[in-house]
């Protein structure tokens, strides 16, 4: 079994579409995270929900709204998608130790927006 | 601003050779922690080293860290072309902050 998930893999839609990726994880982690990856592979956080709730919100636009039903599923909509908005985005889960212990990633969701 | 950077940004060897990756990094972490990233794929966790360690061993990995430098190496010995790939460090800060990537190196291991 994948122990992170994210669908779908490949995401090709037009400016102005609304769009989501879903992502679960297996491992009975507390915290999980998007990062966004653009062209240069600069991997970079967007939101962190730990045990359903928000803790971290990167200055990311308000067009992107995360939804976590249960600790498990960490969901990303976006609306009104924008060209700059292509990269490939990744979902992680972790379990808070002594700090941030090692993150388990998906394995990415490239997003095309033509 | 970025917290870590890797250097160099791509490194091109032979495969037998040793590898090294170094990482800079600016301000007081708890843990510094290396991914790789094979192509099109997800980061993979390989190793953690903590603020009180110097050094550490995972197989064929040795990760040094010296806090008062604010530096970390990564050595890979004996390559193979199975660790093409690319080469991120991660920090992580004291407080409730989500781990700081840098912008990897690329490794090219040729057979």
């Known amino acids: 079994d994948t122990a992170v998930s994210q669908t779908p893999k490949y995401l090709v839609t037009q400016m102005g579409n609304d769009k989501s990726i879903k992502c679960e994880q297996n491992?009975?982690?507390?915290?999980m995270y998007w990062y966004k990856q653009d062209s240069k592979k600069f991997l970079k956080i967007m939101f962190s929900y730990n045990n359903k709730e928000l803790i971290i919100n990167e200055t990311v636009p308000n067009r992107f709204s995360p939804k976590s039903p249960d600790k498990a599923h960490l969901n990303l909509h976006i609306n009104s998608l924008e060209l700059g908005d292509s990269a490939v985005y990744f979902c992680?889960?972790?379990?808070?130790?002594?700090?941030?212990?090692?993150?388990?990633f998906g394995s990415g969701t490239q997003l095309s927006v033509l | 601003s970025q917290q870590g950077e890797e250097d160099p940004q791509a490194l091109s060897i032979q495969e037998g050779e040793n590898a090294t990756m170094n990482c800079s990094y600016k301000?007081?972490?708890?843990?510094l922690q290396w991914y790789r990233q094979n192509s099109g794929r997800g980061l993979v966790h390989l190793i953690l080293?903590?603020?009180?360690?110097r050094e550490k061993h995972s197989g064929r990995l040795r990760v040094t860290l010296d806090t008062s430098k604010k530096s970390s190496s990564l050595l890979i010995t004996a390559s193979r072309a199975a660790d093409t790939a690319s080469y991120f460090c991660?920090?992580?800060?004291?407080?409730?902050?989500?781990?700081?990537f840098g912008k990897g190196t690329r490794l090219s291991v040729i057979a």
């Open positions: 301000t007081s972490i708890n843990n």
């Open positions: 491992l009975g982690h507390d915290t």
């Open positions: 080293i903590r603020s009180n360690e």
């Open positions: 992680a889960s972790s379990q808070p130790g002594q700090g941030i212990e090692k993150l388990f």
């Open positions: 991660a920090t992580d800060l004291s407080g409730n902050t989500p781990l700081v």
